[in-house]
């Protein structure tokens, strides 16, 4: 696996409060993606970004922002929880030279 | 709906068996790449078919592209219990860095 790691794993929040999830790589990659994962649905694309400072909004990016102040930190933030925003969260950086995208191990937030 | 669409949603087979899943997109592509992801982890890349190519091998793994049908398909060939997953294609939409990815085929296979 390429470095990849996300934190934290686990979150339960409540509604209307702001959460940020944090994604680390290690191989300088100048892409990274953060993904939603649901039953049915696949995993969609909700910001990426592709160089510092630098990112567009995915298919699903409403209720949702992102920042990139250095290429191995990619923050995603919930500004205010919502139940619908339930869900798996996977980060991933792409090579440049194979196009290849690698994941983090997920993380599962829970907003009650 | 999505750009990338799996067929069949779900399959299960004997061990040894082939088990052949496709993809279908909608729009023109760089390339097209089969993803895997056992329970509760992330997503393993398994193989990239670019546009300009038809098929392609990587072990028990053989991949097809038809463009002009916007469709692709892996086989697994002699599956194991290991192959258990479910898989994934995603496509990328030209020049965009932008992945789509499909709804996934959850593959059993039995020992």
């Known amino acids: 696996d390429a470095g990849i790691t996300q934190s934290p794993r686990h979150k339960v929040t409540e509604t209307g409060t702001p959460v940020t999830l944090r994604c680390h790589q290690t191989e300088n990659h100048r892409y990274m993606y953060w993904y939603r994962q649901d039953p049915g649905h696949g995993l969609r694309l909700i910001h990426y970004s592709y160089g510092v400072k630098d990112t567009d909004k995915g298919e699903v990016s409403d209720g949702y922002s992102v920042s990139r102040s250095k290429t191995e930190d990619f923050l995603l933030t919930l500004e205010s929880a919502t139940s619908s925003q339930t869900s798996v969260y996977f980060c991933a950086t792409r090579q440049g030279s194979t196009d290849t995208q690698y994941f983090g191990p997920g993380t599962r937030l829970t907003v009650l | 709906s999505q750009q990338g669409e799996e067929d069949p949603q779900a399959l299960s087979i004997q061990e040894g068996e082939n088990a052949t899943m496709n993809c279908s997109y909608k729009?023109?592509?760089?390339?097209l790449q089969w993803y895997r992801q056992n329970s509760g982890r992330g997503l393993v890349h398994l193989i990239l078919?670019?546009?300009?190519?038809r098929e392609k091998h990587s072990g028990r793994l053989r991949v097809t592209l038809d463009t002009s049908k916007k469709s692709s398909s892996l086989l697994i060939t002699a599956s194991r219990a290991a192959d258990t997953a479910s898989y994934f294609c995603a496509t990328d939409t030209s020049g965009t860095y932008k992945y789509i990815f499909g709804t996934g085929t959850r593959l059993k296979v039995l020992a």
């Open positions: 078919i670019r546009s300009n190519e």
């Open positions: 729009t023109s592509i760089n390339n």
